[in-house]
């Protein structure tokens, strides 16, 4: 039998708003009108649609359900067929499903949701771990690690344990699985920090230097390791080391980041050590440090855009880069091997055309140097008509525009009164991302050739 519509209507009013009280007011019933209804609506189509509070069986209802099962899609999306950056997005999503960010991931726009239970997140991805942490897409097995580090997952730390201790598995996953033990507290993870010491991996190596600093931060011994790595040559041990470095509280540990902020001061740190070592620095407030940074970063050149972010150019990750790129920021305008928007220009081959300056400059500072046949332009003709569209061509007698319609417009250059300075619709990225994402942005782009 089809379910009536004023079933539906009432399904529909307390779905929406989560409470028999609101969708009762909204459809002039009485609550337990509503609860009635449902009752009969759940009776007809065989199945739970929502679970009730006993006490409070006709207030505020549903939403329990409606985040469990919220959960359980983005969970069965996870584990799906769909391409491996969206299943991190839903995955991402699973992470932040108990305390949403206030500030949406993409648009930047401000939602006050309230906070969920995390247990109910952590029922719908507990089936399917083993699956996830399987999975042949590291970005899903990383993800699946920061979703469970997120959500205080304990049970599935074991499991974790044995990935972070597992040599078969990628340092990409073992590392960040790493930290996630140590943040979850296994017992395993000083067994896993001795073995990651001694693989011959730099990533896992580094990995293993944060947690090592934040499991004995005053032992001498982890100094020692530090300052020998710091002599060394592999760039992504150094950088962990200068992080685990700040985790050091003892006068030794100190002197050893006085003589790379000196270093730094001087310009004389390598380029893909500069930004370890400035936010190094700037996490310390040990005199004389934060005064002698101060008068570093206020003697960066005035007019140059990119000074504030020049360090930033090297030494990024460009594993993590591709996610980020994938991850909505860039791909949402970009495409990149026929995946992502066509906002702005296909950037498969960008490295080709642009040098790595130009990538930093693109990100940070996109009105700079606008892409060919992507700068916004209005133009007024001396009727007093104003066209807005991109330049597509311009000689000394003729502009060629695009516009909104994506139609061809010719103006002569005789016809125009008057034109604005062109723009771009690239924002500039270093208002949403930290410059450590800004670095593995440069990298993962600088490899598109
Ligand atoms: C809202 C859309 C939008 C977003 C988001 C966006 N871009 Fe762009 N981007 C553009 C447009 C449009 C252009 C072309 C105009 C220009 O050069 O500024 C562009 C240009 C570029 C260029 C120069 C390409 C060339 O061929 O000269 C690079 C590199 C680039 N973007 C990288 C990025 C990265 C990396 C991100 C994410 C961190 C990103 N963009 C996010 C729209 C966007």
Redesign the pocket.
Known sequence: MQPSLSLLRAFEAAARTGSFYEAATELHLSPSAVSHAIRKLEQNLGTALFERDGRRDEGNIGLLHRDRLCAARLVAFATGRAAANLRVDALDALAWFAHTPKLDRVEGRYRDLPNRDERLVQSALDPAITRLLDDPSHAIRNATVQAIKQLHFDAARDRLAQLALDPAQPPTVRAPALGAIFALKSPQTREAVNVALKSDDPRLRAAALTVLAQLDPDKPGTLAILKRVLDGHSIAEQQGALAALTTLKSKDAHALLMTWADRLFAHDVPSPLQLDVLEAVSASKEKPLPQKLKKYLADKPKGDPLAPHIEALEGGDAYEGQI??NSG??S???TINNNG?N???D?SH?AS??PRI??LE??VY??G???AG??TISVTNKQGDTLTGTVQSETPTEIVLKDTDGQLQKIKTTDIESRTAPS????P?AE??KPREIRD?VEY?STLK
């Open positions: 980020i790129f920021q860039c949402q305008c970009h928007g906002v702005g220009p950037l960008v055309r642009l130009k990538l693109s990100i996109p009105q140097e606008i892409a992507y700068a771009t619709s690239m924002p990225m949403i991302l942005v782009l």
